[in-house]
């Protein structure tokens, strides 16, 4: 049997055969408490009324009221010893179980150390400060468990988006169903103001449909019949019917749930490394009280209750606690947060990363464009146009080429037979065009570059031609065969509204290079490129030279992100520092591609991304130095003999407590 624990989810993951009774009984020393991931969720009990909240009030109320015996009858009286002894009991169970099976298998961990420092107090007589230790203690891990389950509910808020039941069409007959009985090709019936439960193709009807959960758009969308909709989202508008395409569990909606939990349970690399740190600071810190402990009464007769008190207090000073949580809930946080506003970032190494970037390099179709290219000229040399166009179309029918559609597109407006004719031999040639017979006769579509090799040279006019619509931002197909060019074709892909707004803001957040890649020519690019103020263009990009210049970028900045369709670019997605996708909500290549999914077609996303990312690192090193800043500080207090063990609680708790509170400003960061 394999067990795995996802801190910042809340999960356990077990492969074997186990119940959650036997779950519950392995890790009763927890109070752990466990429920199926498919149960409803039970509605919690306010904070403050959870039973496991129950010995912290009982401790405390013992431990007043030890005090209070103690002002009357002494220190030493039994019944004050009694109280602060069951106030310790009561308070501290939980962490000294823990505190010994660490201590029997060598684990120096914060449960250890201050299971050492609370039964130390006790056998130097400091009942009282011994039981409150343990009580802060006890509120400390209260505190930080509520702003865990604050940082979690980033994950719970996305499971409650889609509904749980759904009113479905079989057949004639019509039911409310759960959604884990709904299968695929039921058609879904959707009333306005409801939410969808699943993903599906519209079949009828059309409606506005609020998609900010899963794309963080905040302007409602068009639906219309043969419209993609997803689970979670809101019909505002008219009643949908649609036709359910996905099972609940591959939902566009649970794929996001899934990866934004293996997300927050990946470490971040200063989360690691604190880690790393742990191992060596946490013995460390236990022979240091120990030499706390010794050294002033061995070598220069001090008195051994004083120097040992002063040991056990450095102990608890030394408690790791701020240190560990300083990462984790800031990168639980942010990528809840990210989560909600449309944005997938697949773990803490990418959150971290993007706040550190220099150069983010853009393909264009697609992403700094629309991605649908429309034809805007079109001149032939000596056949009818219509002919022409339609022996084109029959060719790139075959094409897997972005500019195809347009010629399709072009085709069928003006109502072309296309579809009738035979194409045989098709063959294309990579990043240049295609070649195909028709009847007896071969023909090539393509760039003029690969004219330029069929023919050696090309007609004047034909060259100046190709150089104006080339000047004015547009792509050049050439169509023709081994002999002559028998038509021109200009094809625009209109820049995308956002663009410009984007590359002007992440200059100004401090990007310190944008890059262009597309496979258009050096003109056209050049063109597009001065619009959108880009500082660097390069064009006539095969897709491994798009692998080249990343990894070229890389040797010089280091931190390179590549934002791209997932598809197309997957290579320079994989090189690059970051892989950035877009409108990761239509494609699931884009989700398992990509290390950041943009789950709109909006780039302006990119922006707030960097801006939580750095706000993120930003919190990530203040609570690490905050809280090593408050360890040094207490320790320090030693010297003249002045830390006692309040000091060294109230030291580590408010720094833990700080440290959690300080990440879930990360909830507040807005586009």
């Not at 003006?414 to 009738?420: C, D, I, Q, R, W």
């Not at 002559?484 to 984007?502: F, G, H, Q």
Request: charged letters at 20%; glycine letters at 8%.
């Amino acid at each position: 049997m394999d067990a795995k624990v996802n801190f910042g989810a809340s999960k356990i993951t077990v492969i074997g055969d186990a119940t959650i009774e036997d779950l519950e009984k392995a890790g009763a020393f927890e109070s752990l408490v466990l429920r199926n991931e498919k149960d409803k969720k039970v509605v919690q009990e306010p904070f403050w009324k959870q039973k496991q909240n129950l010995k912290v009030y009982i401790a405390a109320l013992l431990l007043i009221a030890s005090w209070l015996y103690g002002h009357q009858l002494g220190e030493e009286a039994i019944l004050t010893k009694v109280g602060y002894a069951a106030a310790i009991v009561i308070g501290g169970y939980t962490l000294f179980i823990k505190g010994f099976r660490n201590l029997k298998n060598l684990n120096f961990d914060m449960s250890t150390l201050m299971t050492i420092a609370v039964i130390g107090a006790a056998l130097i007589g400091e009942w009282g400060e011994g039981a409150t230790v343990v009580i802060l203690f006890a509120i400390s891990e209260v505190l930080e468990r509520y702003s865990m389950d604050r940082a979690r509910n980033s994950i719970e808020a996305l499971m409650d988006i889609a509904p749980k039941e759904a009113l479905i069409r079989r057949g004639n007959n019509e039911f409310v169903v759960e959604v884990e009985d709904i299968q695929i090709g039921d058609i879904l019936i959707v009333k306005p103001g409801q939410k969808l439960a699943m993903d599906g193709i519209v079949v009828k009807g059309s409606s506005t449909v609020n998609q900010a959960a899963i794309t963080g758009e905040s302007v409602p969308v068009v639906k219309a019949i043969d419209d993609e909709v997803y689970a979670g989202t809101l019909n505002e508008a008219g009643l949908l019917e649609v036709k359910v395409t996905k099972r609940v569990e591959d939902t566009t909606l649970a794929k996001i749930i899934h990866l934004v939990e293996e997300a927050q349970a990946e470490r971040a690399p200063s989360q690691a490394f604190v880690d790393k740190f742990a191992q060596y600071y946490t013995p460390a810190i236990m022979v240091l009280a120990l030499l706390i402990a010794v050294v002033p009464p061995l070598l220069f007769g001090a008195e051994w209750s004083v120097w040992i008190y002063q040991g056990l207090a450095a102990l608890v000073v030394g408690c790791p606690c701020a240190l560990v949580v300083s990462t984790p809930v800031a990168v639980v946080t942010a990528i809840g947060n990210a989560a909600r506003n449309g944005v997938l970032i697949k773990g803490g190494v990418y959150l971290e990363e993007a706040g550190a970037l220099k150069v983010i390099a853009f393909d264009k179709t697609g992403t700094l464009t629309k991605g649908v290219p429309q034809v805007t000229d079109y001149l032939t040399y000596g056949k009818d146009e219509n002919e022409l166009l339609t022996i084109t179309a029959a060719i790139e029918k075959g094409s897997q080429h972005p500019l195809a559609s347009a010629i399709l597109r072009k085709a069928q407006a003006n109502e072309l037979p296309y579809t009738s004719m035979v194409v045989e031999d098709f063959q294309s040639i990579t990043g240049k065009g295609v070649r195909a017979r028709i009847g007896t006769e071969s023909y090539y579509v393509g760039s003029p570059n690969l004219f330029e090799e069929l023919h050696q040279t090309i007609d004047r006019s034909i060259v100046d031609t190709i150089t104006k619509w080339q000047t004015d931002g547009k792509t050049v197909m050439v169509v023709g065969s081994e002999q002559e060019i028998l038509a021109l074709i200009a094809v625009a892909d209109e820049i995308r509204s956002s663009s410009k707004e984007v590359i002007q803001k992440l200059h100004e957040l401090g990007i310190s290079k944008t890059v262009m890649l597309t496979g258009d020519n050096k003109r056209t690019a050049e063109t597009i490129g001065r619009r959108l103020n880009v500082s660097e263009v390069q064009a006539d990009l095969m897709p491994e030279d798009k692998l080249t210049s990343i990894k070229k970028l890389r040797d010089e900045y280091l931190h390179v992100a590549m934002v791209g369709d997932g598809v197309n670019d997957a290579p320079a997605l994989a090189a690059s520092t970051v892989g950035v996708a877009m409108g990761g909500a239509g494609t699931d290549t884009a989700l398992e591609t990509a290390d950041i999914a943009l789950m709109s077609d909006d780039l302006r996303k990119l922006g707030y991304t960097i801006k939580l990312s750095r706000k993120a690192l930003t919190i990530i090193k203040q609570n690490i130095t905050f809280s090593l800043a408050v360890k040094a500080l207490a320790l320090l207090l030693v010297v003249p003999g002045w830390l006692t063990l309040w000091i060294a609680i109230f030291a580590d708790m408010g720094a833990t407590l700080i440290v959690t509170f300080n990440s879930l400003r990360l909830l507040r960061v807005k586009e």
